[in-house]
């Protein structure tokens, strides 16, 4: 997930944030730089609305990677590493909720197992700790939302 992450803050969906087009957030863990667009755990949070922050993403996180696991289980083509050009890989990716979503409407239901864990939070790039450009949006969302 690091190189997908990374690969999108240098894509043109970075430049349609920062230009205000897109309406969205996107997550990451404590590796990663806070931006207006990518939001991040407090490394270490001062206070309950911030834990509530952390809290809520870290959870947040956790149900968006089990549902990357359930679409890899059920979608061979997702599971392994895809030697196609980034706009054919979001096709497929899409292609494949929207298959999967057809499942779900007619009853077809997969085994919902995952390992991950809520309360693991294992982030295997370094801590960021050069500028946060995105904290004023983090704590806007803070003061806003969990407070």
Do not use: W
């Amino acid at each position: 997930m690091k190189y997908l992450l990374l690969y999108i803050e240098c894509s043109e969906l970075s430049f349609i944030n920062f230009a205000g087009d897109h309406n969205g957030l996107l997550l990451g863990g404590s590796g990663y730089p806070c931006r207006s667009f990518l939001m991040t755990p407090f490394l270490n949070p001062q206070g309950d609305a911030r834990c509530r922050f952390n809290e809520s993403l870290c959870h947040t996180r956790v149900l968006i990677e089990q549902t990357f696991g359930i679409l890899k289980r059920r979608f061979q083509i997702l599971h392994y590493e895809m030697d196609v050009q980034p706009n054919q890989a979001v096709v497929n990716t899409v292609a494949s909720a929207v298959l999967h979503n057809i499942g779900i409407i007619r009853g077809d239901i997969i085994n919902n197992e995952s390992s991950t864990d809520p309360d693991n939070d294992n982030d295997t790039a370094p801590q960021h700790n050069g500028i946060q450009d995105g904290s004023t949006m983090r704590e806007h969302i803070v003061q806003n939302y969990f407070s």
